[in-house]
């Protein structure tokens, strides 16, 4: 086997291997049906049921993602054991560091885009519109990129950022899945505590 055809066999194992897990948050989400309850990218997001369940969906993409990954890390074993090595080599190193990057949530490092705790915060803010402790008294919460603020009153009522919410992205469908494979679905936007007027019409 020449090197150039070992190296064709391990970029195409690497790119299965990249691509599998990921399939689920990078592709499947940005269907219409899955999107007809939200605005079209980068527009902001009201606060609904629809929403929470959305960042609860894609979390469980996330580490659904995790038990994905065993499948071409099992595969790669194998082909590097019986079949052809570059290929299997390919699948085996992309799948383990797909699995190496999600274990190492679990001993301190970041955490991931979407968490229950987030979906947690966007339905306490959502339900604070019914009570007396509410913004203004047409309060209208949405979630832009470096928080949530209401769109009557303009106030800022959560500091959490936007992370990718699987919506089809407005910069293109092969610029978009570059910059959601480069940023793993985190918000590209970090809150600094800047003025509304500047935030408000901020867009990804």
Not at 91 to 102: K, P, Y
Request: net charge positive; charged share 15%; aromatic share 16%.
């Amino acid at each position: 086997m020449s090197l150039l055809s070992s190296s064709l066999y391990f970029f195409a194992g690497f790119s299965i291997a990249f691509i599998f897990p990921r399939i689920s948050g990078v592709f499947v989400t940005r269907g219409k049906g899955f999107n007809l309850n939200f605005p079209p990218h980068p527009e902001p997001i009201p606060l609904s049921p629809h929403l929470t369940q959305r960042v609860l969906h894609m979390r469980m993409f996330y580490w659904l993602g995790l038990i994905v990954s065993l499948v071409p890390f099992g595969f790669g074993f194998l082909s590097v054991k019986w079949g052809n090595v570059p290929f299997g080599f390919g699948l085996w190193l992309s799948s383990g560091w797909f699995i190496l990057s999600r274990l190492q949530t679990f001993i301190g490092g970041p955490k991931p885009p979407w968490t229950l705790d987030m979906a947690q915060r966007l339905q306490i803010i959502s339900n604070q519109r019914e009570s007396n402790s509410r913004c203004c008294q047409f309060s209208s919460p949405e979630w832009l990129l470096s928080g949530i603020y209401c769109s009557v009153c303009k106030k800022k009522l959560d500091d959490m950022s936007r992370p990718d919410l699987g919506r089809k992205r407005s910069d293109g469908f092969f610029m978009g899945i570059l910059r959601l494979i480069a940023s793993d679905g985190n918000p590209i936007f970090v809150s600094e505590g800047k003025n509304f007027e500047v935030e408000y019409n901020e867009s990804e």
